[in-house]
Structure formats: structure tokens, C-alpha cells
DNA sequence: TTAGGGTTAG
């Protein structure tokens, strides 16, 4: 018997729902084959349907998943609408890819399809991600202007976007006016502001904000526990953030493996390995998804001990789990292979780097530059320095104090200079070893020059 | 569908 369009109707939005649950759990590929069979039966997907699965192959496995399940909505008949296009660039701003999701967004625009405050958000998440605060800033400008209304999303976003922008007092400002405009300000909204006033170094500001927390209706979760025990553990209260690491773990309330690689990397770094271990072991136990950070943390962890075999072991099982290493991976093995004295396998590492197209990896460079320099070998320092495309703080601290370790303290003073000049800096001691070296062997015309230099550079900071 | 975690210098 024929079904009326009705009940059609019905069936796929059953269907839909079916689907949706099953890509929720991870079972994409189930989920296709569900719909294999439902349209054999005649059940006909639609709109709702397709989305369903492109959200889940772009998160699943990219972008390009994303774009095909759209050019086989479009052999179905069913046109994409703006949840289609928020999908797509949702997925371009997952993986970075700013331009494509700019390129999406003018695509969704010469289809006719009206962007909604989602399409903004995402967009503007991206190019604030990205570093790009100014184009940001004319995508909400553009929002406003078209008439779409701002959501709560919309002004965190702006918010957690004007910390990353370097403008922490704005993002205060803007905070209060939200609270005395009546605009929505949720818990989400307390832990971008926690977060951001924490890194900006305004900790004061962050604790006034957290005590504000406690005397409203939103509970604080674990996202803001995380946030609090990160601050503690950057500005040397680790017995605070243990302790609320403690308090989260006895409680019940994590969900997963952020305050565990939190709390892990904390005891590393204190060299307390027997209970990053322990926590390492709690992590797996509970069976939270590993991802690249989690990984990461363990190879650093296994680096730190000193075994490289398991550290490389781990990386292998990270890949084999189809998980693809980053620029941290990279820079936590040419660093733990420098502090095991492999200087040269640590260079094979950033050659392999480069090979991937990977962008330029400031940290992994500047682990190699200073074991050479560890090891006095700072002409070859020097050479990685001048290959890099980028530079930074730890690149001439580190080649700087070598310099003066060896006792060239002309070349020295000539790379401090360099430095001061392309807006970077060295460490106090750094530059005092300097200073004290030059003073030394009696080289008074480089005394003066970099004396100047740092003149200046404290002007052009002030 | 916005918030939290992972690497380097003294």
C-alpha cells in the first residue's frame, strides 16, 4: 500500500533522529549504511538529513568529507541551507582553514542562502583563531548591519576573541556592559573571562570575577575548575591547583582528559613523575577519548624519564589511532632527543618536519639551537638561526647566553642588538651576561652600542 | 554550538 505524504514525512523524521543519534555516538559509518537501506525502502532524506551527516563527516574526517556529502545531497535534488553551509565552515575553522571558510561563506551568500548568527559566529571564532581580530571584528559589524541579532555565542566570542587580540581591558569592559545591559551572560561567559584575565596576568581581576560566579545562579563546572587550576599551576600555587585537580577527581565531575593532561604536565614539570604516572594510568582508566594533547603530554612524559623508545613507541601507537602529529609533538621530541644528547636525530626530526609542509616550528628550532649551544657548537647554532623564518625570546636567550658562554662576547652583543631591533628581547641574565663579558675583555665601543640599544627598546616598550 | 589541557631559554 502506498504511503500518504504524511506519513513519509513522518518516517524521515524518524529516520533523522535515528541517524542523528547514531552519529552521535561515533557510528558514521553505520549510519550510512541505514540510509542505504531507507532509501531502498522508498523513505526519501532530506535537507535535515543530509546535515546530520555532513556535520559528523566534518568532524570525523575534515572538510573535503564535508563537501562531498553536499555534492551527494545535490544529485538527490535537496538544495544546502544555511545549517549546510554553518557545518562547512564550522569544519573549515576545526582545522584551521581560514580562507576556506571565508571562501564558504561568500559561496552561501551567491547561493541566495541567508546567513544566521551561527554563520557568524563560526566565522568569526575562525578568523579570531587564526589572528585575525580586525576581520573579525567587520564580520560582526556586517552582522549587525544585515539585522541578524547577536547571540550569547556571538558575545563570548567577541570576548574570549579581544583577549586573544591582546585587549584584556576591553574585554573587562565589555563584560560589565553585557551584565548592565541585561545581555546574557552565562557560565560559558565566566569561564572565557576567568580564563582570558588569567593569562593576560590579571589575576586579581580573574578572582574578582570568580568570587562573582559563586554568588550567581550558574554553577561552575569543570571547564572552570580547569581554567583555575591552570592559573595556579602558572603562577606557582601547585598545591592549590593539586588540590582542586583533588577535589575535582573525588567529586565525580571529569569528563574527560583536560583536567588530567592539565595536572600531568604540571607534575612533569615539577619532576614529580611517580604521580604523573598515577594520573596517567587514572586518564587511560577512564576511558576519555585520547587526542593530540593527551599524547602529547605522555610522549613529553616519557621524554622527561628519559625513555625515548617508549616515547617513540607512543607516538607510534598515536598514529596508528589515526591521529596525526603537530607542531607540539615535534617540538617534544627534537627537544627530549637534544636533552638525550641525539642532536643529530633531533635534526632529522625537523628536516621529517619540513618535509610535511608543516608551518615554520619556532620551538622545536629553538630546542635545537640551544643543545648546540649547550654542547658549544654555536656556528652551527647560528646557522639554524638564520634558516628559520621566524624568531623569538628563547631563540637569541638561548644563542646569546652560548655566545657568551664561549666567550664571544662581540658576536654577542651583536645578535643582542639584532634582536632588540626586530622587537624580540632576552632574559635579564642574558643580557647581563653581555654586559659583564664585554666589561671584561674591555670592548668599550660594543658596550656603548648595546647599552643604547637597550635604552631604546625600553622606549619603544614603555 | 561559544569556554578549559599539551612544547623551548635562565
Known amino acids: 500500500m502506498a504511503r500518504s505524504r504524511a506519513q513519509l514525512a513522518l518516517s524521515t523524521r ?26 531502498r525502502l522508498g523513505l526519501p532524506p532530506d535537507v535535515v538529513t543530509y546535515n546530520t551527516l555532513l556535520a559528523a563527516h566534518c568532524r570525523a574526517a575534515g572538510l573535503d568529507a564535508g563537501l562531498a556529502v553536499v555534492r551527494r ?11 549546510t553551509y554553518n557545518s562547512l565552515i564550522a569544519g573549515a575553522a576545526r ?8 571562501d564558504l561563506f561568500d559561496e552561501m551568500l551567491r547561493s541566495g542562502v541567508a546567513p544566521d548568527s551561527w554563520s557568524y559566529n563560526a566565522l568569526m571564532h575562525c578568523l579570531f583563531r587564526s589572528g585575525h581580530p580586525e576581520d573579525a571584528y567587520r564580520v560582526f559589524a556586517d552582522m549587525t548591519e544585515r539585522g541578524v541579532a547577536p547571540s550569547a555565542t556571538t558575545y ?38 576567568i580564563n582570558g584575565l588569567c593569562k593576560s596576568g590579571k589575576v586579581g581581576y580573574a578572582r574578582i570575577v570568580l568570587r562573582e560566579l559563586g554568588r550567581t545562579e550558574h554553577a561552575p563546572n569543570a571547564v572552570t575548575y580547569t581554567t583555575v587550576m591552570k592559573c595556579c599551576f602558572r603562577y606557582g600555587r601547585f598545591d592549590q591547583g593539586l588540590e582542586t585537580f583533588l577535589s575535582l577527581l573525588e567529586g565525580g565531575y571529569i569528563s574527560d582528559a583536560f583536567p588530567y593532561t592539565t595536572v600531568i604536565s604540571a607534575l612533569v614539570k615539577k619532576g614529580r613523575m611517580q604521580e604523573a604516572n598515577a594520573y596517567c594510568e587514572l586518564m587511560i582508566q577512564s576511558g576519555s577519548r585520547l587526542d593530540n594533547a593527551c599524547y602529547n603530554t605522555l610522549i613529553h612524559m616519557r621524554c622527561q624519564e628519559g625513555k625515548l623508545d617508549d616515547a617513540f613507541e607512543l607516538l607510534n601507537m598515536m598514529e596508528v589511532g589515526g591521529l596525526e ?24 626530526q625537523i628536516w621529517s618536519m619540513e618535509m610535511m609542509g608543516m608551518q615554520s616550528n619556532v620551538v622545536a628550532y629553538n630546542c635545537l639551537i640551544d643543545a648546540l649551544c649547550k654542547s658549544h657548537e654555536v656556528d652551527a647554532a647560528i646557522k639554524v638561526l638564520h634558516s628559520m623564518k621566524l624568531r623569538d625570546d628563547f631563540t637569541y636567550t638561548s644563542l646569546v647566553h652560548g655566545l657568551c658562554k664561549v666567550g664571544r ?35 668599550k665601543n660594543d658596550l656603548r652600542k648595546v647599552r643604547s640599544a637597550l635604552y631604546m627598546s625600553r622606549l619603544l616598550r614603555s
Open 14 to 39: 524518524l529516520l533523522n533522529i535515528g541517524l542523528a543519534a547514531l552519529c552521535r555516538g561515533g557510528g558514521v559509518d553505520r549510519a550510512e549504511l541505514i540510509l542505504i537501506d531507507a532509501i
Open 73 to 83: 545531497m545535490r544529485d538527490a535534488g535537496v538544495s544546502p541551507d544555511a545549517v
Open 95 to 102: 582545522r584551521g582553514l581560514t580562507v576556506r571558510a571565508l
Open 156 to 193: 563570548n566570542t567577541l570576548l574570549d576573541g579581544l583577549f586573544r587580540a591582546g585587549h584584556a581591558t576591553n574585554a573587562y569592559r565589555m563584560f560589565r556592559y553585557l551584565q548592565r545591559a541585561g545581555l546574557p551572560v552565562g557560565i560559558v561567559t565566566y569561564n572565557t573571562m
Open 325 to 348: 602529529s603537530d607542531e607540539y609533538t615535534f617540538s617534544i621530541l627534537v627537544n627530549g632527543l637534544c636533552k638525550m644528547g641525539q642532536i643529530e636525530a633531533a635534526e632529522k
Open 409 to 443: 662576547y662581540h658576536m654577542a652583543s651583536k645578535f643582542l642588538r639584532i634582536c632588540l631591533h626586530e622587537g624580540n628581547n632576552v632574559l635579564a641574565s642574558a643580557k647581563r651576561a653581555v654586559i659583564s663579558g664585554l666589561r671584561s675583555v674591555g670592548f
